[in-house]
């Protein structure tokens, strides 16, 4: 069945440090692929997408490329901030999904220091 | 209020109590769900209502039973509930165009403690 495989954290940075979250996906055809962000007593917010094969999806300085070649959708950030401090989840949809079901990663903790 | 809105915030019950979690969506919506988060899982989907239909997790007790008296409202109604049912509770919602679900706006959740 689909699943997700995520870096487990907590990832702890210092500002501006460059950060990697590694996503790995199992699924059957080309399902989109999907970054939640989810800040301390807040609900999930969709960060960023990808809905085909070498899309790259970027949102707020982050990136994600969908690579179908080694099933992954690794979340990337070139200098992180103080306020990125959040859980991070991956997530992916089937192409054939009738009920539009996310299975998620077990999310990511990331704690940036000042 | 815009988005998706859920309450109570917080919620501690004991095991033999009734309580409902409530869910309401601002963004003209067909579809809602229920996500449970619980420590260190995956988020589990519980339930979808989408254009009228339910469907769900056959993996969720009956003792978690949801209702959604229209589109822009989902409830979740709790009774006897276990200690492992403590999580936060997060709903969900998005727009279904010829089947097709589109991004999910879920709420900021429901944390549930069961004593």
């Known amino acids: 069945g689909d699943s997700v495989t995520q870096m487990e954290g907590p990832v702890t940075l210092s500002e501006e440090a460059f950060l990697t979250i590694n996503c790995t996906y199992t699924?059957?055809?080309?399902?989109?692929l999907f970054w939640y962000v989810q800040y301390p007593g807040e609900g999930l917010q969709l960060l960023l997408k990808a809905t085909k094969a070498d899309d790259k999806g970027s949102n707020k300085g982050f990136e994600a490329t969908y690579r179908k070649e080694t099933t992954s959708f690794h979340l990337e950030k070139g200098s992180v901030q103080v306020s990125d401090s959040a859980a991070y989840f991956c997530?992916?949809?089937?192409?054939?999904?009738?009920?539009?079901?996310?299975?998620f990663g077990r999310g990511t903790q990331l704690t940036v220091w000042p | 209020e815009t988005g998706v809105t859920q309450t109570p915030r917080h919620l501690v019950m004991g095991m033999t109590n009734k309580k409902s979690l409530k869910c309401e969506q601002h963004l003209g919506h067909n579809a809602m769900y229920w996500y449970k988060q619980s420590a260190k899982k995956p988020l589990e989907l519980m339930f979808v209502y989408s254009l009228e239909e339910r469907v769900e997790n056959n993996s969720v007790p009956s003792r978690f039973s949801p209702e959604c008296p229209n589109s822009s409202h989902l409830f979740l109604h709790l009774h006897t509930l276990q200690p492992e049912d403590s999580a936060l509770y997060l709903c969900a919602s998005s727009q279904v165009n010829g089947g097709t679900h589109n991004e999910q706006f879920f709420g900021p959740g429901t944390r549930l403690t069961v004593l």
């Open positions: 699924a059957t055809g080309y399902p989109s």
């Open positions: 997530a992916l949809k089937g192409r054939g999904s009738t009920l539009g079901r996310l299975y």
